[in-house]
């Protein structure tokens, strides 16, 4: 509907809609400057462009008071995200425009195919008490790139968190235990094409819960929720036969062959057994080949990388000495 109102706009009246543009820049130039010490302890606004013109609006709702207008221009491909006070002729509160070709979603949806169920707007998710509001951007383009942000509505408008889901679509917040209280789940896309295609690389999953503390709190793992059993006996096999293949094929790392060690290596760090990700290395790297302790060295590099790892390096267990000799890099 929003398409075929916007096309009867453009043929029927060009002139009324530069001016309708022209006067809606100077009214929200006039707002912005009266609200300036908000928006101050809001974070930079940016300046008003015609993507953000009511005729690209895409969705929009209005919760708790604030209205929320996720725009989309076809032609340019840009976007734009308008948080205002009240209606849509109300102060200017948060303004982003993205230049590529990437969007704004407002709310959580739900998604029967993918087991994600709807979170109504104004939902508290991070358990301070408050009610907020999930608005996810989109880079545009192929995988990445997907954010989470989290909007906290009362007794100000304020963004309390942006949660960087890389690659992955189907991020989401979900009511694990039944009691009201939301985390996050996702994945870590530290090791994707980390010597391999990303067909064959591992992106193990995460759950996060927000912490509340003196600086407004932020997410964190939540490793309690992420844990799983130790592998049983048979998955164990597996894991080991898929290693040693990669050796005994004379796969190199980088072909997606080794990938099969290092993922598995993940997947037990991520579910808490990193003691059993060093014993793979243990038992499957040939004595006759050099370089293992080169390998645990970038691995762990790599492993560094992480935007998890301040939480994540409480959980590593039993690190090998070429580990903790392991820098984050590039």
């Known amino acids: 509907m929003a398409e075929s109102m916007k096309g009867r706009l453009r043929s029927k009246k060009p002139c009324l809609r530069r001016t309708r543009r022209v006067a809606r820049a100077a009214v929200l130039a006039a707002i912005t400057i009266a609200a300036s010490g908000l928006l101050r302890a809001q974070g ?3 300046p008003y462009s015609e993507v ?12 708790a008071g604030l209205d929320f207008h996720a725009y989309k221009d076809i032609e340019s491909g840009k976007a734009c995200l308008e948080i205002l006070r009240g209606s849509i002729n109300g102060a200017v509160l948060y303004r982003k425009t993205k230049e590529s070709f990437g969007e704004y979603r407002l709310g959580q949806k739900a998604s029967a195919e993918h087991n994600i169920a709807k979170i109504e707007d104004g939902t508290d998710i991070t358990g301070r008490g408050r009610p907020n509001m999930i608005v996810t951007a989109w880079s545009g383009g192929a995988h990445c790139c997907f954010f989470h942000m989290i909007f906290e509505l009362k007794p100000e408008l304020k963004l309390v968190a942006r949660l960087d889901d890389g690659d992955g679509d189907l991020a989401h917040f979900v009511d694990l235990d039944g009691n009201g209280h939301y985390y996050y789940e996702g994945n870590d896309w530290t090791f994707a094409y980390w010597d391999a295609t990303l067909a064959d690389s591992v992106a193990p999953a995460v759950v996060l819960r927000f912490v509340d503390d003196d600086h407004g709190g932020r997410y964190h793992i939540a490793m309690d929720k ?4 130790e592998p049983s006996a048979e998955q164990w096999k597996r894991a080991v036969q898929e290693a040693s293949n990669a050796f005994a094929q004379g796969g190199g790392f980088g072909d997606g062959i080794g990938s099969k060690l290092w993922s598995n290596m993940v ?3 991520y579910t808490g057994h990193s003691k059993l990700a060093w014993k793979l290395v243990d038992e499957t790297w040939p004595a006759q080949n050099a370089g293992k302790d080169e390998f645990l060295s970038g691995f762990c590099s790599q492993l ?6 301040a939480d994540m390096e409480k959980t590593v267990e039993a690190a090998p000495p070429a580990c903790s000799g392991g820098k984050p890099g590039g």
């Open 52 to 63: 953000c013109d009511w005729l690209n609006l895409k969705e929009s709702t209005i919760v």
């Open 304 to 309: 560094k990388n992480s935007q998890y790892w």
């Open 226 to 229: 992420m844990r799983s059993p």
């Open 44 to 46: 930079t606004i940016d």
């Open 267 to 269: 997947n037990m760090i």
